[in-house]
């Protein structure tokens, strides 16, 4: 029997999702489909109700439902130091450590050339942006090679303005995630940070 469009077009939709191959996306469409109804509207509300309630901060991209956000709306946070990360999990990661005081630059990405991510498809315009009054970034992008060029990138732009910039030491096993990193380690990664 041929699959109806709708279901197909649901699979579609999950197949697109990370880690979510054709099958896990049929198991689900077919979960959803089994389940009370309920299931299924609470889902598609909790989706449209995230996207018309988050969006991103404007100082540093960090998702939110206020803007400024709580990290950049907070004065006893240092403004002059700036932790920059891949994505929200990234500044979790970091935040759950806490030992870090400082404001954060979420880039909603890394720099991957054979994926067709250059610096204009994550948020470094916006960070060379507020580079005024800061003193030291601190860059917290994973230990991959996309997470090293990143950095380095970031270096080659920030430096010649006089900031410092700095790359967690890389106590994380390399080609882990940052969001996976256990609360010590990502410490004495944060802590052993090292010149670029
Ligand atoms: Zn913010």
């Known amino acids: 029997m041929a699959e109806a469009d709708p279901i197909r077009r649901l699979i579609h939709a999950f197949s697109r999702l990370p880690g979510i191959g054709e099958k896990s996306a049929a198991r689900l469409a077919f979960f959803v489909l089994d389940a009370e ?8 509300a909790a989706l449209t109700e995230v996207r018309a309630r988050i969006r991103k901060c404007s100082l540093c991209q960090n ?65 060379l942006g507020r580079l005024a009054g800061v003193t030291e970034i601190i860059v917290a992008t994973s230990p991959s090679v996309e997470g090293e060029a990143t950095a380095l990138y970031i270096q080659r732009l920030a430096g010649p303005l006089g900031v410092r910039v700095t790359r967690i030491a890389s106590g994380v096993p390399i080609g882990s995630e940052l969001e996976y990193a256990d609360q010590v380690t990502l410490s004495r990664a944060l802590a052993g940070r090292r010149d670029l």
């Open 63 to 127: 998702l939110t439902e206020q803007d400024p956000c709580r990290f950049c709306a907070d004065g006893r946070r240092d403004a002059g130091l700036i932790c920059v990360v891949e994505n929200v999990q990234g500044l979790l990661a970091i935040e759950r450590t806490g030992e870090f005081r400082g404001r954060y630059h979420v880039l909603h990405g890394r720099l991957s050339p054979l994926d067709g991510v250059g610096p204009d498809q994550i948020h470094i315009r916006e960070l």
């Open 37 to 44: 109804p309920h299931v299924a509207s609470e889902l598609a």
